[in-house]
């Protein structure tokens, strides 16, 4: 019931997230959008494993967060001076 | 007792997280944006991963990973990103009051050359 709860209020955070990531004016403001929607989504799916009792989820989140570090680098070093 | 204070945590955590996202769909600028959502979603995502690890205390040590792997590694994504839009041109937003970074030469000019 408590996980519920918490699975909707994460929900709210990424659709507003997903917004800015498709309303934002500038490209960065764009990765700034995915980024943060990403974080949350680990913490999700760490969630989703607590409520399901699978113990996947958390290899899962983890393959995530490296995921989203190299590919928000990658577009840091591209805005920054090209690939 | 360890379910109570888990879910506490984890309810702290996504508390946070919620807060985070608000900041980025309402500040006016990229640098607002990035200082909101990476410090909120930093601590949230923290939070809320130790909290599932209290509440499975067997998975504790999986979550203890991967929350530290995000304390480290979220800091570092938004400061290039902050550094990288800056240096790219983007504009800060008129009511900002300190720019430290114009006082450095290559800085100065990235932002020269885009208007």
């Keep these: 019931m408590t996980l519920m709860i918490f699975f909707g209020v994460i929900i709210i955070a990424v659709i507003l997230a997903l917004i800015r990531a498709v309303k934002g004016p500038t490209a960065p403001d764009r990765v700034v959008g995915v980024d943060i929607m990403v974080t949350i989504t680990v913490a999700l799916m760490v969630l989703l494993g607590i409520f399901f009792k699978r113990r996947i989820y958390l290899d899962v989140s983890l393959i995530y967060a490296v995921l989203s570090f190299v590919g928000v680098i990658a577009v840091a070093r591209y805005l920054d001076k090209g690939l | ?115």
Excluded at chain 2, 16 to 28: I, N, Q
Excluded at chain 2, 31 to 46: H, I, M, P, S, W
Excluded at chain 2, 92 to 103: E, G, I
Aim: aromatic share 12%.
């Design chain 2, 1 to 115: 007792m360890n379910q109570i204070i888990g879910y506490i945590v984890m309810g702290v955590g996504v508390a946070f997280l919620f807060l985070g996202a608000l900041g980025v769909f309402r500040f006016p600028d990229v640098y607002n944006r990035l200082q909101a959502g990476t410090k909120c979603t930093t601590l949230g995502a923290f939070l809320s991963i130790i909290g599932a690890g209290i509440v499975e205390p067997t998975w504790f040590l999986k979550c203890l990973i991967i929350a530290v792997f995000i304390l480290f590694t979220n800091p570092i994504s938004a400061h290039a990103l902050a550094r990288a839009s800056y240096k790219s041109g983007v504009k800060l937003w008129d009511k900002s009051v300190v720019d430290k970074c114009k006082d450095f030469e290559e800085c100065a000019k990235a932002q020269e050359d885009d208007k």
